[in-house]
């Protein structure tokens, strides 16, 4: 009988839908939002009435990855289902290539409408960017080059960056909700792309949410460094305080979520809408709490990688469920590929189709990588850049200054001939129960070897007992380099 039921799921989730049959797709992603930042996650003081709903009533991954430990690199997964490196966005601040395939290009084919809404980090939102979101495939979008607070600033199509009053996810939801009716009323399917600016520091928040938090400045008093919303500089502050304002964001990023799943139902949307969360990376070192994983932002254990990830789809997913499978956002475009029957890209993908898991297959058939690429030789290199300096120029400001700039700019190169210093950096391989971590920087590596089923914190290396293991998956883990500096050469464009 689970033969015949597992059979008959596999049919259901992964036959291309008919044209009238296709769902409204709806992609969410918070910045900065670690896996344990959730009420379903066990998180002792965050409120999140709304994800926990969602958990509750749809599909809930345990374990759910960003593929980078840091936003601009696992959003360029996220659009390509490629891991980033391969189109050398290598960190914040670089973007992706304009020769890139996304899930908007994916599904116009489809006969989708396309809208991108909050931050972009992946190229500048101007007009005339080879890599704005309008580029990239999307019909409409408002948007930033970077992150975003409290009454935030941001460029409808292209055009010159306009204040918009408010709560920024309130705002960005109901931009995506004009999208989303507007699409309707065209009886076309749509793909609402809305990436929040929340919670990324610095933080700000309502009095009505700050007011659920007011008993962590007396809890915790450590000082921790952040950008000052007064200057837009470093500085320092007590914890508490800071965590007050991120939980109240992450509440204010909850209720929005919220207003707009109750729009869906009341437009009688929602039932064949696929409607996901996921974070772009773990906590930030100013709010980790340091439990239950090990690592933070920028870092490849667990907590700078394992995010939050639900999906909702009332169609297909009739009852709710957990699954320990573990899934990334290089699996996104893959899956979407799936749902719309559309071919997917010919070049390598680093993600899977996630509908057989959806339908209850309960195993990953290939492993996830993870790898923070070693950039100074890069830069030493001084390679001709991939796009235009000017084009790669943000207009859209923000509270953080960076090179006395309140605004953000993108580097691409083109990469300079592959030497062994390209394989540095830290990197990791997943496979099934086992992830072996490298840390490489000046031809001196340090392995770890971690069982994640039984130490999920990654508090006991097992490298020196199990050289095998150690052995076989760094085979894996350098082959799957190899692959990724021959698309970050460009090899993959010539397809």
Same mark, same amino acid.
């Given at each position: 009988?689970?033969?015949?039921?597992?059979?008959?799921?596999?049919?259901?989730?992964?036959?291309?839908?008919?044209?009238?049959?296709?769902?409204?797709?709806?992609?969410?992603?918070?910045?900065?939002?670690?896996?344990?930042?959730?009420?379903?996650?066990?998180?002792?003081?965050?409120?999140?009435?709304?994800?926990?709903?969602?958990?509750?009533?749809?599909?809930?991954?345990?374990?759910?990855?960003?593929?980078?430990?840091?936003?601009?690199?696992?959003?360029?997964?996220?659009?390509?289902?490629?891991?980033?490196?391969?189109?050398?966005?290598?960190?914040?601040?670089?973007?992706?290539?304009?020769?890139?395939?996304?899930?908007?290009?994916?599904?116009?084919?489809?006969?989708?409408?396309?809208?991108?809404?909050?931050?972009?980090?992946?190229?500048?939102?101007?007009?005339?960017?080879?890599?704005?979101?309008?580029?990239?495939?999307?019909?409409?979008?408002?948007?930033?080059?970077?992150?975003?607070?409290?009454?935030?600033?941001?460029?409808?199509? *292209?055009?010159?960056?306009? %204040? $918009? #009053? /408010?709560?920024?996810?309130?705002?960005?939801?109901? +931009?995506?909700?004009?999208? !989303?009716?507007?699409?309707?009323?065209?009886?076309?399917?749509?793909?609402?792309?809305?990436?929040?600016?929340?919670?990324?520091?610095?933080?700000?928040?309502?009095?009505?949410?700050?007011?659920?938090?007011?008993?962590?400045?007396?809890?915790?008093?450590?000082?921790?460094?952040?950008?000052?919303?007064?200057?837009?500089?470093?500085?320092?502050?007590?914890?508490?305080?800071?965590?007050?304002?991120?939980?109240?964001?992450?509440?204010?990023?909850?209720?929005?979520?919220?207003?707009?799943?109750?729009?869906?139902?009341?437009?009688?949307?929602?039932?064949?809408?696929?409607?996901?969360?996921?974070?772009?990376?773990?906590?930030?070192?100013?709010?980790?709490?340091?439990?239950?994983?090990? *690592?933070?932002?920028?870092? %490849? $254990? #667990? /907590?700078?990688?394992?995010?939050?990830?639900?999906? +909702?789809?009332?169609?297909? !997913?009739?009852?709710?469920?957990?699954?320990?499978?573990?899934?990334?956002?290089?699996?996104?475009?893959?899956?979407?590929?799936?749902?719309?029957?559309?071919?997917?890209?010919?070049?390598?993908?680093?993600?899977?189709?996630?509908?057989?898991?959806?339908?209850?297959?309960?195993?990953?058939?290939?492993?996830?990588?993870?790898?923070?690429?070693?950039?100074?030789?890069?830069?030493?290199?001084?390679?001709?850049?991939?796009?235009?300096?000017?084009?790669?120029?943000?207009?859209?400001?923000?509270?953080?200054?960076?090179?006395?700039?309140?605004?953000?700019?993108?580097?691409?190169?083109?990469?300079?001939?592959?030497?062994?210093?390209?394989?540095?950096?830290?990197?990791?391989?997943?496979? *099934?129960?086992?992830?072996? %971590?490298?840390?490489?920087?000046?031809?001196?590596?340090?392995?770890?070897?971690?069982?994640?089923?039984?130490?999920?914190?990654?508090?006991?290396?097992?490298?020196?007992?199990?050289?095998?293991?150690?052995?076989?998956?760094?085979?894996?883990?350098?082959?799957?380099?190899?692959?990724?500096?021959?698309?970050?050469?460009?090899?993959?464009?010539?397809?």
């Amino acid at each position: 009988m689970r033969i015949l039921l597992l059979l008959f799921f596999a049919v259901v989730f992964t036959a291309p839908l008919e044209a009238a049959e296709l769902p409204n797709i709806i992609l969410m992603m918070g910045d900065d939002h670690g896996w344990e930042e959730t009420g379903y996650n066990g998180h002792p003081y965050v409120k999140t009435p709304v994800l926990d709903e969602m958990a509750s009533s749809g599909l809930k991954f345990d374990r759910f990855y960003a593929a980078h430990p840091s936003c601009s690199p696992t959003r360029a997964s996220f659009l390509t289902g490629r891991h980033p490196n391969r189109m050398g966005t290598f960190a914040p601040g670089w973007s992706l290539r304009p020769e890139e395939i996304t899930i908007a290009h994916l599904l116009q084919k489809a006969g989708y409408r396309c809208g991108h809404f909050g931050k972009w980090h992946v190229g500048t939102v101007k007009e005339g960017s080879p890599t704005n979101p309008g580029a990239m495939g999307f019909d409409e979008w408002v948007s930033h080059d970077n992150f975003f607070e409290m009454n935030p600033t941001l460029s409808r199509n *292209g055009a010159t960056p306009t %204040v $918009y #009053e /408010g709560e920024s996810s309130a705002i960005l939801i109901k +931009e995506a909700i004009r999208f !989303i009716d507007a699409s309707a009323k065209e009886k076309k399917p749509s793909l609402t792309v809305i990436w929040f600016g929340s919670p990324h520091e610095p933080y700000s928040g309502l009095a009505e949410d700050l007011a659920l938090y007011d008993d962590l400045p007396g809890k915790y008093t450590k000082k921790v460094k952040l950008t000052s919303n007064e200057t837009g500089q470093q500085t320092t502050r007590p914890q508490g305080e800071v965590l007050r304002e991120r939980y109240a964001e992450i509440t204010a990023m909850d209720r929005a979520i919220g207003f707009l799943r109750d729009h869906l139902e009341e437009e009688g949307l929602r039932e064949n809408t696929v409607l996901f969360y996921c974070g772009d990376n773990g906590t930030s070192g100013d709010s980790a709490l340091g439990e239950p994983h090990r *690592g933070v932002k920028g870092q %490849v $254990y #667990e /907590g700078g990688i394992l995010v939050p990830g639900l999906v +909702e789809w009332p169609a297909r !997913i009739l009852d709710p469920k957990t699954t320990s499978v573990r899934a990334s956002t290089s699996d996104l475009l893959p899956t979407l590929g799936a749902i719309t029957g559309q071919s997917l890209p010919d070049r390598p993908l680093d993600g899977i189709e996630l509908n057989p898991i959806i339908g209850g297959n309960e195993e990953r058939t290939n492993p996830l990588y993870f790898w923070e690429f070693e950039m100074s030789h890069v830069r030493k290199a001084k390679t001709e850049p991939w796009i235009d300096p000017a084009l790669q120029e943000g207009t859209t400001p923000l509270v953080k200054f960076m090179n006395g700039k309140p605004t953000r700019d993108f580097v691409n190169f083109k990469h300079p001939p592959v030497s062994d210093a390209d394989y540095e950096g830290p990197r990791a391989i997943i496979d *099934g129960d086992l992830k072996l %971590v490298v840390h490489e920087k000046g031809g001196k590596p340090r392995v770890e070897l971690f069982n994640l089923t039984s130490d999920p914190a990654e508090k006991n290396n097992l490298a020196d007992k199990r050289a095998d293991d150690v052995k076989r998956l760094q085979k894996r883990l350098r082959d799957w380099q190899s692959s990724v500096l021959n698309s970050v050469s460009g090899d993959d464009y010539d397809n």
